[in-house]
């Protein structure tokens, strides 16, 4: 079977070249954090979007070996990953005690094989919505954001694209970056991601490294939102960040995300299942 030359990663997913974000202007942006036992520190390990006041929108690679809820913490409100440096502090973050990767999820990164990449996060209590705190919407099903629409990816990933262990080399400050949408067609191609491609996958970037201006990817679970634009725009969270190239620039490879609006059941089955077998309320 006929694979692309370079191979999709998942280890040095982050926004490259990029510029640093207004603070607090992505109210929705998540700092995924682990640790493999305390007193060990808390390390930022993916990005996620705050989706509703008790669950996180992220991808299903991050939990890859961390697992487990009690190993993960998220954190809202951020723009310095050193906290002492946001003056007054925004910063709230709260406990998991839950975990939901798709059942049809699938990682084979040797074979370029990687699908179903989502997962939902459900946090220990409700996040307290401030101006530096707020949900992004979701699109609706089965929407597809027309090639060439500009849409931000954020995160606080490698700039330098240095990284490639489980907790990246991270930025200081948050850093965005706007990157043109690639129909499917497209980055289907043979050239491109050709059959490590799926209609539930979004590409997003540039095709040339010359053409590189600002980003490559951005924290492997972080947002891919775009603007809905008119007289009265607002954010939706279009994209999950999945894979690139490895290297992160390569020619003909752009950034694939996870396309939430293929996944619009599947989220809102999981969240109504959880809720009923938890014998909680929405």
């Known amino acids: 079977m006929f694979t692309s030359e370079v191979k999709p990663s998942t280890d040095t997913l982050r926004v490259v070249n990029g510029v ?3 603070p607090h202007s992505w109210p929705w942006q998540v700092s995924m954090q682990a640790t493999l036992m305390l007193p060990i ?17 992220t991808a299903a690679h991050c939990f890859i070996p961390l697992n487990r809820p009690s190993f993960w913490r998220m954190c809202l409100g951020k723009h310095h990953m050193n906290s002492s440096m946001d003056v007054p502090s925004a910063e709230e973050c709260y406990k998991v005690d839950g975990i939901i990767r798709h059942a049809g999820f699938v990682y084979e990164q040797d074979n370029t094989d ?25 699109p609706k099903p089965g929407i597809v954001v027309p090639a060439g629409t500009s849409c931000f990816v954020t995160g606080w990933g490698d700039e330098k694209g ?3 262990n489980l907790f990246p ?15 499917f067609q497209t980055c289907s191609k043979p050239a491109y991601w050709w059959d490590t491609l799926r209609p539930s996958m979004i590409c997003a970037g540039y095709e040339s490294p010359d053409e590189l201006k600002s980003a490559c990817q951005g924290d492997s679970g972080g947002p891919l939102a775009c ?27 752009p950034s694939v995300f996870t396309r939430v609006s293929a996944f619009s059941d599947w989220i809102d089955d999981n969240i109504k299942k959880f809720v009923y077998e938890s014998g909680k309320t929405i």
């Open 20 to 22: 640093e974000a207004i």
């Open 41 to 57: 520190p808390y390390m930022h390990g993916c990005g996620g979007s705050l989706i509703h006041e008790e669950w996180i929108l």
């Open 114 to 138: 990687i699908t179903n990449d989502i997962a939902l996060v459900h946090l220990a209590e409700p996040v307290n919505m401030t101006r530096e705190i707020s949900p992004v919407c979701l």
């Open 162 to 164: 240095t990284s490639s």
């Open 169 to 183: 080399v991270v930025s200081e400050k948050l850093n965005q970056a706007a990157l043109p949408i690639i129909d």
């Open 227 to 253: 603007s809905t634009g008119g007289s009265t725009p607002t954010w939706e969270v279009h994209g999950i960040v999945s894979f690139g190239a490895q290297g992160c620039i390569k020619d003909k490879k």
